[in-house]
């Protein structure tokens, strides 16, 4: 169970470009692939850098420092030298708006 928090109006959500917000503590990328969007923890989990200076190739993200990559669906760890997996959390969009849930 978590709780449904604004991330971010969708027109500053565009295609390819990743979105780094703050939540409380929780630093958060979000992604829009076609009319779909999806959030991460923006901080990889090899060193800490943020994805959201990443390169999006369509729904891999890849981290600016090392090029590793991760799947923004499931949050899987793609490519060396990333081996843990992200955290992705459920959106929602609701009206113009993107919704994240944290827990
Ligand atoms: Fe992301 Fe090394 S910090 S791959």
Known sequence: QG????????????????????????????????????????????????????????CEIECPLHMGRFDIRTGEALTSPVEIDIQTYPVRVTGDRLEVCLP
């Open 3 to 58: 709780t449904w928090h604004e991330a971010a109006a969708l027109s500053a959500l565009s295609e390819g470009e990743p979105h780094g917000i703050e939540i409380g503590r929780h630093h958060i990328a979000l992604y829009r692939v076609g009319n779909e969007f999806y959030a991460t923890s923006n901080i990889c989990t090899h060193a800490e850098a943020l994805l959201s200076d990443g390169m999006l190739d369509g």
